[in-house]
């Protein structure tokens, strides 16, 4: 257990419709990072928050968009969702220096687009 | 841009014995971190190990240990004693701001 938790587990949809994955990280780490894992296009880093503040923009779409709150938990929103969108999202989390830090990975949330 | 690959998809070993996953990749930058992660079936994403650029010894953490080639940008995983529970899908990773991922190598563990 590496002590990142997410929240739904699972999450089955439609298309076109919105939905909101939850992350809280481990305690003391101030840096959250979304991560999606698909069959197309393998693992993909999104986006990264340091104690509230984007950090580092990967992959992401303009359709996703991402927050992290005073409690440091994050959260990643979904809209206007195709099939193409249905992965593994991962949340990790590190203490926060940006290449030093190793980063620790949730359980993820599967998300099925139909 | 930096870039992952991962030339073996799918490797195999005899328990008990010895396997090396090989890794390379492309970057300009002359500090980086390199990690191994292990995706067991589970899907859960587990941290293997890490080595730091700027150290020229290779890291080991216990039966894992890599062969860490600067110059030549190369970042094998050598898997002694392999154990049933090794079986996995492993990612080399490149970390600046986030992490880049290699496309994963499927390791079977035959008994």
């Known amino acids: 257990d590496s002590g990142v938790t997410q929240t739904p587990k699972h999450l089955i949809t439609a298309t076109g419709q919105r939905v909101t994955l939850r992350c809280s990280p481990r305690s003391g780490d101030l840096s959250v990072y979304w991560h999606q894992q698909s069959l197309d296009q393998g693992l993909q880093f999104l986006i990264q928050?340091?104690?509230?503040?984007?950090?580092a923009k990967g992959n992401i779409l303009e359709r996703f968009s991402a927050q992290q709150f005073p409690d440091l938990h994050s959260e990643l929103n979904l809209s206007s969702l195709e099939l193409g969108d249905s992965a593994l999202y991962f949340c990790?989390?590190?203490?926060?220096?940006?290449?030093?830090?190793?980063?620790?990975f949730g359980p993820g949330t599967r998300l099925t687009v139909l | 841009a930096q870039t992952v690959t991962q030339s073996q998809p799918e490797m195999s070993v005899q328990e008990a014995e010895t396997v090396t996953l090989s890794c390379t990749y492309d970057t300009s930058e002359s500090d980086y971190y390199l990690f191994w992660y292990k995706q067991p079936p589970s899907r859960q994403m587990i941290l293997v190990i890490r080595q730091e650029a700027y150290k020229q010894q290779n890291a080991t953490e216990n039966r894992f240990s890599v062969n860490f080639q600067k110059a030549a940008k190369s970042f094998s995983l050598k898997i002694s004693d392999s154990q049933l529970g090794d079986a996995a899908m492993y990612f080399c990773a490149y970390r600046t701001w986030g992490l880049t991922f290699g496309e994963g190598t499927q390791l079977t563990v035959n008994p």
């Open positions: 990790a989390s590190s203490l926060g220096g940006p290449f030093t830090d190793t980063q620790y």
């Open positions: 928050y340091y104690n509230g503040e984007e950090r």
